[in-house]
């Protein structure tokens, strides 16, 4: 399973909101490239970072300094979002060195865009579902979107998405626990696999998020956990470790 360190970029500084409100937001770093090279030097294989700015504008807006990031760590795997709405967009950040590109606001409102960046692009897009009671949400979570959450999800899969981010938006900076019951069971019905969002706390979200990984959840993404301390990257990095190698039947 992969832990996923999040930074997400407003005003060219790495951020974390709570319940998406880009107005409460915590400043923990004003250089995101220094910040990204402390999670690679910590071990991280992949690194989740959104552009918050453009994902209300819907268009990029820290695109200089996230295509820095991507360009300086080309040998792990960056995901982006926030913004991308255009195909152009989108081949712009996978040109320069993005692994993948999440699609959330239009590809929530029109799933085909999904299959337009696929073609060119296949196995590089993510769809991100970002679930607030039940509904999905769009425009930088300021709107609610469609009800219908899990054939919205297999409409995104038979679009060619390659995985989505499942976010629980009302844990979404919060700590309050990961909402495993309804990642899992949108992981069990899918035959993409799914990245847990929103709310992880501790050590403890992380067990459990182990416990349900043969549910078809791939991984996780953390932010303020990791920020405020109470999530330890490399203690949570020897527990999935440990875990990979009983599940390959070797000793620990």
Partial sequence: MLLIPAIDIKDGR??????????????????????????????ARR???VDLNG??????????VIGTIAE??????I???????TFETARSYLEIGAKFVILGTRAVNEPTFVSEINEQYPGQVIAGLDVRKGRAAVDGWAHSGRADVLELARELERSGASSIVHTDIDRDGMLSGINIEATALLASKLSIPVIASGGI??????????????????????????????LDYAEAMRLISSHEKVVRGEVV
């Avoid at 409100?21 to 995101?32: E, F, G, N, Q």
């Avoid at 300086?72 to 795997?77: L, N, T, Y």
Wanted: proline letters at 2%.
């Fill in 79 to 85: 995901q982006i979002g926030g913004g991308i709405r």
């Fill in 201 to 230: 706390s501790d050590i403890r979200d992380i067990e459990v998020l182990l416990d349900a990984s043969h549910c078809g959840i791939m991984g996780a993404i953390a932010g303020k956990s990791l920020y405020e301390g109470t």
């Fill in 72 to 77: 300086k760590h080309s040998d792990i795997e």
């Fill in 47 to 49: 690194i989740h970072i």
């Fill in 55 to 64: 994902a209300f504008e819907g268009k990029p807006v820290n695109a200089r």
């Fill in 14 to 43: 790495c951020v974390r909101l709570v319940q998406g409100r880009m107005l409460d937001a915590t400043v923990y770093a004003d250089d995101p490239v220094s910040q990204a090279d402390r999670w690679v030097d910590c071990g």
